[in-house]
């Protein structure tokens, strides 16, 4: 058995107070974070991570936005469209939903769960603003095989709502999609994927600062031809949320 050094732990509570400790023996950094807000008389607040890039994982909890997630329906749908339409998406995203019919054909099995990968809503305070997406890579077997990861769970994600991107919310809001929907929606899986874009700085320093860790560069087809070189990251689910 291998035994991994303590690791420094930093959380600040939600009324303001920092506290610090370390993982204990098989503790992930999550469940330090946790269990010092019990220690220190904060039991009721939730920690999300803010930085895990560092020799100090940083943890905050956050009183006043509340992030969920909720399945996606087809009332959603034009609201898809919208969002996939923004620039700030649209350079990322490989979309052909250009109309909400197009969106039915592409997204229709997900939403009547006869395909394997999930699609969610995500709402910041009762609003929605984006939506999350995620799957066994080795039911995509084509993708597994760019990937090397078969037994990983994959996600994908997006803000669509303009207001609410560059406020930080991104990190936040996938944090809360691991810890409480990915997570309970896959028990058994050891590690979490996401690829981005070797362009897209913002997305990778965001998987960064979650614990996510750099790997494999591979090239991904896309839906209209194109070819995009992306970034394989992976998060020892272990480690970083530990498992219920």
Request: net charge negative.
């Amino acid at each position: 058995m291998t035994h991994r050094q303590p690791v420094p732990v930093r959380v600040r509570a939600g009324d303001g107070s920092l506290l610090d400790g370390e993982t204990g023996p098989g503790e992930s950094w999550y469940g330090a974070a946790t269990r010092l807000l019990a220690e220190c008389g904060h039991p009721a607040d939730v920690p999300d991570a803010l930085d895990l890039s560092g020799g100090v994982k940083l943890f905050g909890c956050d009183r006043d936005t509340h992030i969920g997630f909720r399945r996606m329906t087809r009332a959603d749908l034009p609201a898809m469209v919208a969002w996939q339409a923004e620039p700030h998406v649209s350079r990322w995203w490989d979309g052909d939903t250009g109309d909400v019919a197009a969106a039915e054909r592409r997204y229709g099995a997900r939403i009547d769960g006869t395909d394997p990968t999930r699609l969610w809503v995500l709402e910041v305070n009762g609003r929605s603003v984006g939506w999350v997406q995620d799957y066994r890579i080795g039911d995509h077997p084509d993708y597994a095989l760019l990937t090397g990861s078969p037994d990983a769970v994959g996600l994908d994600y997006a803000i669509g709502a303009p207001a609410f991107v560059g406020r930080g919310i991104g990190t936040r809001a996938l944090w809360v999609y691991l810890r409480d929907v990915v997570r309970s929606g896959y028990p058994e899986a050891g590690e979490f994927f996401a690829a981005p874009d070797h362009r897209n700085a913002a997305s990778l320093r965001m998987l960064d600062k979650l614990g996510f860790a750099r790997g494999l560069w591979f090239d991904e087809p896309q839906r209209d031809g194109r070819v995009d070189t992306v970034v394989g990251c992976s998060l020892e689910v272990r480690r970083v949320l530990g498992w219920h």
